[in-house]
């Protein structure tokens, strides 16, 4: 069992919650989809656990977040770019040179995990509906897609006719990701999830019977929220994760 | 894949292929046996030559919607193989007849068509339960077992063939393939043929032309060969069964013309209600749809038909089995004190309060001493079985429940706990609510009846106890 952890978000106890499920429910591997740190409060712990994890095996991919730390971004708005000056300031030099040698995308088997759209990883592209999914399919030989980024969980098909639809997946219902049919999986957010459900959200992927489950797990928000605002970070910040918005 | 058609004798996975019981255009389907499974088994493999996607498309629906069904009105999944080889399902073979072989007999009693219909409307009540819409029901789909699993009663109904059908919480293959509605013409609902795929109640509407169909021995909305003819049954509505059946008794006709209402919405709100019409005749309540002699006339259809307010809309289906349940209250007439009574009542009303669509089905336990020990007539004439329906009318009468969302019914038994669990089970019952016996010494002398009922009820049960004031 795999399990799938995207848009951390230096979000310490949403990450710990989902570990602690992940393990629970037997995942023997773990792929972490890409921005451990920006936003939250615990960007050293964060990337601290992910290390140690990649040291047990755990592959780790970047993010457009992840790579702000170490290359200027001009494309980040006020609210991400505030917080990750503030994160540039909590972290050691080490840290960068640690996420520089994160891969865009990692493929096994028929799988391919990116953060973004996978027709160009490095253009940071949000995959938010059929029309963005079709350029994602068109840009990857993979059969199977799994991103994140967008912080909605969300399943997009592509059928032998060339349709791509859109699918919501229901937490902890599995879904077939069945052959010879392609699909585009995007994980919800672990420390940020922005569909109106304030819980952590990550996946678990069977790689034997090719089923999909979108986990949802309640974690203390307050605490999460309470370190944003002590950290003199922006207030929405912790405001939207009371929301999931 | 292999080109080759699969034959009597192929050996896929361990399965032996025997005899063919079907060979169509889209699939064939063997008997099949496995040294692991004892059950009897058949074998679905889709044809991989052909150009049309439809029945690759709805073979990897069936496939996935199979696995994840349980109970005894679905034929057991047993294995799958995707599109990497010989693709193929197993599933358990139900030895029964399909209601197919019927058709040669048609009209058939009223009482048959009831039986038949009240069944396949229970299967279909389980079937939504667990989040799925047939779409596809007809005579060719509903098998009936050999013996009923629980080895009373009459054989259960099996649906089968999910090719076609929805599941609420999987992606929609079918839906997001085609843009046409598929089903079978003589049976499709008008949402359905208006390319809505999420409405378990278009299921109610099949099940209502084939019971049309078997009350009358015709099709309400003939066979037609085209879409356009299809959608038709939007503004053109049925021939009242009883003018071709005159004999066919109102409350019969009442529940076919509602299965068969354009707007779902005023259909049942659930199958399960369905089968509790189709079981408890006496307790249909009827409106002119009972009397209907004739189709409406032509200025009621052409208004239907050029008021497009009137088409069935896309959209989230409303009833659900937790929206409109069927709720079991138990009265014990006889041991309830005044406040407990009044409890139980209060109970009730906050359910009817949040739940618009529920139906209550208010249940007395006639115990068979009394049949047998007391004469059934007492002094003034009336049996005690009426006097049992006059006091259970009287007791809910403060309850203000409008005639149809309320119905007596006195059961039998020489225990009150096993006819509740029967009727409970029977009635596809979502929800029990009964009093705790008051006094404990009956209670430790005879044990409690809601703590049976709760123990092994296959709903939620609410046992209500009256406050006691503190000595």
Redesign the interface.
């Known amino acids: 069992m795999i399990a799938i952890l995207s848009d951390i978000h230096a979000n310490r106890e949403a990450l710990s919650a989902c570990l602690a499920h992940a393990d629970g429910a037997g995942a023997t591997r773990l792929v972490f989809l890409g921005d451990i740190i920006g936003y939250g409060a615990d960007p050293a712990w964060c990337l601290r656990t992910v290390m140690d994890r990649i040291a047990h095996g755990a592959v780790a991919i970047l993010g457009n977040h992840d790579q702000a730390l170490f290359a200027r971004s001009a494309r980040m708005n006020g609210r991400a770019a505030a917080a990750m000056e503030w994160t540039r300031a909590q972290l050691s030099p080490d840290a960068g040179d640690f996420l520089r040698t994160l891969p865009l995308e990692h493929a096994e088997e028929d799988r391919l995990f990116v953060h973004a759209d996978a027709s160009d990883p490095a253009a940071w592209r949000y995959v938010t509906g059929p029309l963005e999914a079709r350029r994602s399919f068109e840009g990857t030989p993979a059969r199977v897609t799994i991103c994140g980024h967008v912080h909605v969980p969300r399943l997009f098909g592509l059928t032998a006719a060339e349709k791509c639809t859109g699918f919501t997946p229901t937490p902890g219902m599995p879904v077939p990701l069945s052959r010879p049919r392609r699909w585009l999986a995007v994980v919800g957010a672990v420390g940020q999830p922005r569909d109106g459900n304030p819980a952590a959200g990550y996946a678990l992927l069977d790689p034997d019977t090719s089923e999909m489950r979108w986990m949802r797990v309640p974690y203390d928000v307050e605490a999460a929220a309470g370190k944003i605002r002590r950290a003199g970070l922006p207030e929405s910040l912790a405001t939207r994760l009371f929301a999931g918005a | 894949m292999s080109p080759r058609r699969p034959h009597p004798g192929d050996e896929i996975d361990g399965f032996t292929l025997g005899r063919a019981l079907h060979q169509g255009g889209m699939a064939s389907i063997f008997e099949a046996t496995h040294p692991d499974h004892a059950i009897p088994l058949l074998m679905k493999l889709p044809h991989l030559e052909g150009g049309d ?1 439809a029945h ?2 709805s073979f ?1 629906m069936e ?2 919607i199979l696995p994840r069904l349980s109970g005894p009105h679905v034929p057991r999944f047993v294995a799958a193989a ?3 080889r010989q693709p193929y399902l197993a599933m358990e073979r139900i030895l029964g007849p399909s209601l197919l072989l019927r058709l040669r007999e048609l009209p058939l009693a009223v009482e048959e068509v009831a039986s038949i219909g009240a069944r396949v409307a229970v299967a279909l009540s389980e079937l939504h339960r667990q989040r799925v819409s047939h779409l596809d029901v007809k005579p060719a789909n509903i098998l009936f077992r050999d013996s009923p699993s629980g080895g009373k009663g009459a054989a259960e109904a099996v649906l089968v063939d999910f090719g076609l059908s929805h599941h609420g ?5 079918i ?3 085609f843009r046409i509605p598929y089903g079978t013409a003589p049976y499709m609902a008008p949402e359905q043929a208006m390319g809505q795929r999420n409405e378990p109640r278009s299921d109610l509407f099949a099940l209502g032309v084939l019971l049309y169909q078997f009350a009358t021995g015709a099709l309400p909305f003939g066979d037609p060969q085209h879409l356009s003819a299809v959608r038709k049954r939007l503004w053109r509505d049925a021939i009242p069964p009883r003018r071709l059946r005159p004999d066919l008794p109102p409350w019969l006709q009442e529940v076919i013309l509602r299965c068969l209402e354009v707007d779902p919405a005023r259909r049942h709100p659930t199958a399960a209600q369905l089968a509790f019409d189709l079981n408890h005749p006496e307790a249909v309540r009827l409106t002119a749809r009972a009397e209907r002699r004739r189709r409406d006339g032509w200025l009621k259809v052409l208004e239907r038909r050029v008021n497009q307010d009137r088409a069935p809309r896309q959209g989230r289906p409303a009833a659900t089995a937790h929206a409109a349940p069927v709720i079991v209250v138990a009265v014990d007439l006889r041991e309830q004190t005044a406040p407990l009574a009044e409890a139980l009542r209060a109970s009730v009303g906050n359910l009817l309060r949040t739940l618009p669509g529920a139906r209550v089905a208010c249940v007395n336990v006639l115990l068979d001493r009394y049949l047998a020990g007391d004469p059934l007539q007492d002094n003034r004439g009336r049996s005690t079985h009426v006097q049992r329906l006059v006091e259970l009318r009287h007791w809910a009468a403060p309850l203000g429940l409008e005639e149809g969302r309320i119905t007596f019914h006195v059961l039998g038994g020489s225990g009150a706990a096993a006819p509740l669990l029967e009727y409970a089970e029977a009635n596809g019952v979502d929800h029990i609510v009964m009093g705790a016996r008051a006094n404990s010494m009956l209670r430790t002398m005879l044990g409690s009846v809601s703590g049976e009922v709760a123990a092994r009820a296959p709903c939620s049960v609410t046992v209500v106890r009256a406050r006691e004031a503190l000595p």
């Open positions: 996607p690759i498309v990897e496939q996935m995707g599109f990497e919480r999987l992606p929609d293959l839906e997001e393939e």
